[in-house]
């Protein structure tokens, strides 16, 4: 089946600092990327859909400032964490779709565990 | 808008009985429907889903679910479980079937006590 692959899968980092995470889609072209966010013993909650070539869609009460989404390619897409702190720290997961429509889901990154000290 | 709702935040279950963890919805349009697993420190995994015709739709690893409009429900079922089985059960709902847009439910821990 289709791969996604995250990477990092754990990052920690400094209060003040930025951090970037990759989404690659290894096996297939994906036009968009979905970025999500998962809180301890919470679900996951969509936080912009990333569009190759063009700029994020971000759903409401998300800062773009604070997670800049780079799309650039069809099989890549980063979020960067700017400015980082403590209560940015949560488990961040990518999705992607095939460009193709040939599923009918999204796959997901194994995810990133971002702690911020 | 949609929503999810998972009823149980926790199930604990003795190893070969079996489970229901429940599910439902609640939208003005039609939706696909489906039924992620996370085990520990790990991304999602599509476990099945409901997209359209038969309303009783299977894993390959012993889980089913049915699709009840009139109840707009979505359970997962499993008649005897598995140690390996304990993980995250995230029920989702789309508007579209090949979208990745998602909108999850609050999660369901499964323990599976020998």
């Known amino acids: 089946g289709a791969v996604v692959s995250q990477h990092p899968s754990r990052v920690i980092c400094k209060s003040g600092t930025s951090v970037k995470i990759e989404c690659r889609s290894l096996?297939?072209?994906?036009?968009?990327m979905f970025w999500y966010r998962q809180f301890p013993k919470k679900s996951l909650m969509l936080m912009a859909t990333?569009?190759?070539?063009?700029?994020?869609?971000?759903e409401q009460g998300v800062e773009k400032d604070k997670f800049l989404i780079n799309h650039a390619s069809l099989t890549l897409s980063t979020l960067t964490v700017t400015s980082a702190h403590p209560e940015d720290s949560s488990f961040y997961i990518c999705?992607?779709?095939?460009?193709?429509?040939?599923?009918?889901?999204?796959?997901f990154g194994q995810g990133t565990r971002l702690t911020v000290v | 808008a949609q929503s999810v709702t998972q009823l149980d935040s926790q199930v604990p279950v003795f190893e070969e009985a079996p489970v229901e963890l429940r599910c439902n919805y609640s939208?003005?349009?039609?939706?696909?429907l489906f039924w992620y697993v996370q085990y520990p420190n790990q991304g999602l995994q599509l476990l099945l889903k409901?997209?359209?015709?038969?309303?009783l739709v299977e894993s390959i690893n012993g889980f089913e679910a049915e699709f009840n409009k009139s109840q707009t429900s979505f359970h997962l079922r499993k008649p005897s479980v598995h140690i390996s089985d304990t993980a995250e059960y995230f029920c989702?709902?789309?508007?579209?079937?090949?979208?990745?847009?998602?909108?999850f439910g609050q999660g369901t821990t499964l323990q599976v006590k020998p």
């Open positions: 999705s992607a779709r095939d460009l193709l429509g040939r599923n009918t889901e999204a796959f």
């Open positions: 096996d297939f072209q994906a036009t968009t």
């Open positions: 990333s569009n190759e070539g063009s700029k994020a869609t971000y």
């Open positions: 939208s003005s349009v039609s939706v696909y």
């Open positions: 409901y997209l359209s015709g038969s309303t």
């Open positions: 989702a709902v789309s508007r579209s079937s090949n979208t990745g847009k998602l909108i």
